[in-house]
């Protein structure tokens, strides 16, 4: 298997190093708003701990990912008014995987509104700080 390489975009937010649009942060995990969205309010769930996705992550990393992925997803559900959550990831480049730090998309979905493309259009900044923050006050409203 493919080694993890700690270039990767990801580990840059995770360091800092990169601005992100971060909702939730833990001792293990942090959420930020994905920047190219397919949907309103997608997020993307990010352990800490280094792996290239699931494949190679320990069960403790995943043991911790899952009850921050269901708090974000209950989150944004609320937060946009949404009719459901879609929770996709992707394990390496034939499975559609195009950064390679471990991560989990939360996509809110609404009644007939289809996805759109995977890594498709930059949504704006203004916008996606905006949901950042409808996301985190539904979180802090629990
Ligand atoms: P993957 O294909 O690896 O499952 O998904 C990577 C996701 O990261 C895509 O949905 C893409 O839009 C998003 N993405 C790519 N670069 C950046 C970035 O610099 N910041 C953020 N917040 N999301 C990114």
């Known amino acids: 298997m493919t080694s993890y390489d700690d270039g990767n975009i990801f580990a ?3 360091r800092g190093e990169i601005p992100s649009h971060r909702v939730y942060e833990d ?3 942090v959420a930020f ?3 190219m969205p397919q949907g309103e309010g997608h997020l993307l769930v990010v352990p800490k701990a280094p792996s290239r996705n ?3 992550a320990s069960p403790e990393t995943l043991a911790k ?3 921050v992925v269901q708090k974000l997803a209950r989150a944004a559900k609320t937060a946009f ?3 459901g959550v879609t929770i996709l990831q992707f394990n390496e480049q034939a499975a559609g ?3 390679f730090h471990l991560h989990v998309h939360i ?3 609404f009644e007939g509104v289809p996805l759109r493309p995977h890594s498709g259009t930059m949504e704006k900044p203004e916008i996606l700080a905006a949901n950042a923050e409808k996301v985190r006050a539904a979180l802090s409203a629990g």
């Open 12 to 14: 840059k937010i995770l």
């Open 27 to 29: 001792a293990d995990t």
């Open 33 to 35: 708003m994905d920047v």
């Open 54 to 56: 699931l494949l190679d």
């Open 65 to 67: 990912l899952l009850p």
């Open 81 to 83: 008014a949404a009719d």
């Open 97 to 99: 995987q195009t950064v």
């Open 107 to 109: 996509v809110p979905r």
